[in-house]
Nanobody, 124 residues
Framework: QVQLVESGGGLVQAGGSLRLSCAAS????????MGWFRQAPGKEREFVAA????????SYADSVKGRFTISKDSAKNTVYLQLNSLEPEDTAVYYC?????????????????WGQGTQVTVSS
């Protein structure tokens, strides 16, 4: 069993930055791939970014490529999502997820564990 606790959301103006954190417990971070998804009101949950167990490979949605960065601190069992150049379209609840594999998946249904979500609101 893996527990995920997110933090770092908030309200920011367009063009601003935030850093989301996801602390994992129950398994070492190097043994699980982790990702970030987001869900805006009335929309489906969508993939944002993911990182492999050892952090050597990452993947991003086209809409955030070049603006968001995912990273992993294995010593702290924590994954981060740095959000830069935020746009109003980035407004959503952001969820951290983990799967029982070291390999990335872009599909939310392939993740086994989920955090409670953290709200990111970008004002124009």
């Amino acid at each position: 069993q893996v527990q995920l606790v997110e933090s770092g959301g908030g309200l920011v103006q367009a063009g601003g930055s935030l850093r989301l954190s996801c602390a994992a417990s129950g398994r070492t971070a190097t043994s699980i791939a982790m990702g970030w998804f987001r869900q805006a009101p009335g929309k489906e949950r969508e993939f944002v970014a993911a990182i492999t167990g050892r952090g050597g490979l990452t993947s991003y949605a086209d809409s955030v490529k070049g603006r968001f960065t995912i990273s992993k601190d294995s010593a702290k069992n924590t994954v981060y999502l740095q959000l830069n150049s935020l746009e109003p379209e980035d407004t959503a609840v952001y969820y951290c997820a983990a799967r029982g594999s070291i390999w990335i998946s872009l599909q939310h249904y392939e993740y086994d564990y989920w955090g409670q979500g953290t709200q990111v609101t970008v004002s124009s």
